[in-house]
């Protein structure tokens, strides 16, 4: 074991790009620890945002939430909309004949 040691000491590297590392990687390897530490920062920003519990026993915050969406009011006109083109093109279609 310790001869496999001392040979591979006494054999130097060989090519005359051996340890000739490109500024180009270093600038790649800042650039992603930077985005990681951005990501890490919004994350954690994102987090603080939630609440510490979500339990469906006090529905306040939900409720408040939820106050001025009325989807009853979309469907309702969406509805309208479609009998209303089924309307007009039943008067086209009787107008033809």
Do not use: C, Y
Not at 40 to 50: A, G
Not at 52 to 74: C, I, L
Request: proline share 5%.
């Amino acid at each position: 074991m310790t001869t496999v040691t001392v040979l591979a000491a006494q054999q130097e590297p060989q090519g005359p790009e051996f340890g000739k590392a490109s500024p180009l990687g270093l600038l790649i390897i800042l650039v992603l620890l930077i985005a990681t530490a951005f990501l890490i920062w919004s994350m954690n920003k994102q987090l603080k945002k939630l609440p510490k519990t979500f339990d469906t026993e006090h529905p306040e915050a939900d409720q408040a939430f939820d106050e001025g969406t009325d989807t009853r009011s979309a469907v309702v006109t969406d509805v309208e909309t479609h009998s209303d083109t089924a309307a007009a093109a039943d008067e086209r279609k009787s107008a033809d004949t």
